[in-house]
């Protein structure tokens, strides 16, 4: 199932692309005034969008790439592993309605934290988790975090995100963009023969 999830995975993102490379959307902006951004990487953004949708006082989620060298990356470079970049979310937040510390417990409890350059059925660099922070708040925030939930966790494995200062985060494809809601079925395949629900489920004990 896992192996048929990767390749249904890069059958939706080849027929997304059709034969010519297309190009990502480039790099973000500053958020607007009163507003600010959080990048966390995930494993596939495709599955970290939802969780913060619905997340009160979350204005926007764009899914992209960061933590790399090369500029401006399309998503065959990055999936190829050529240029340094994982897959990661920047969320715009209005911190009056949900602080970063919200935001952190909803990135733990939706990753595996205990693999290194991997997510689930999906494998490589460019999959590895991670918390890059905008600010020396943020990263206190990450630290402690982290730092708190190696105390509590309930599973045995070490933690192995990395926390790292934000490096240029690039927008990815549009097709990229909201694709749980423009491709509902086909994201629903992907996500469940993944395992990623039956994973976070081992890991965290079942959704409250």
Request: charged share 25%.
């Amino acid at each position: 199932m896992k192996s048929a999830s990767r390749f249904f995975r890069t059958l939706a993102c080849a027929l997304a692309l059709g034969l010519p490379a297309l190009p990502s959307l480039g790099q973000e902006k500053p958020p607007p005034a009163g507003l600010e951004a959080a990048i966390f990487a995930g494993g596939c953004f495709w599955c970290m969008e939802p969780p913060y949708d619905v997340l009160p006082g979350v204005v926007s989620t764009t899914s992209g790439y960061t933590a790399g060298q090369t500029r401006n990356p399309t998503y065959q470079e990055v999936s190829a592993g050529r240029t340094g970049h994982t897959e990661a979310v920047r969320v715009i937040y209005d911190p009056k309605k949900v602080s970063f510390e919200k935001l952190l417990e909803v990135f733990w409890r939706n990753i595996d934290p205990t693999v290194k350059d991997r997510q689930f059925c999906d494998t490589g660099s460019h999959y590895r988790s991670g918390i890059y922070y905008l600010s020396a708040q943020q990263k206190q925030l990450a630290e402690q975090s982290r730092a708190a939930l190696e105390k509590t966790k309930p599973f045995k494995a070490p933690i192995v995100t990395e926390i790292l200062a934000a490096a240029e985060f690039w927008a990815a494809e549009e097709y990229h963009q909201d694709y749980y809601k423009k491709n509902p079925v086909r994201y629903k395949l992907y996500r469940n023969g993944c395992g990623r629900d039956a994973r976070l489920e081992e890991l965290w004990g079942k959704p409250k």
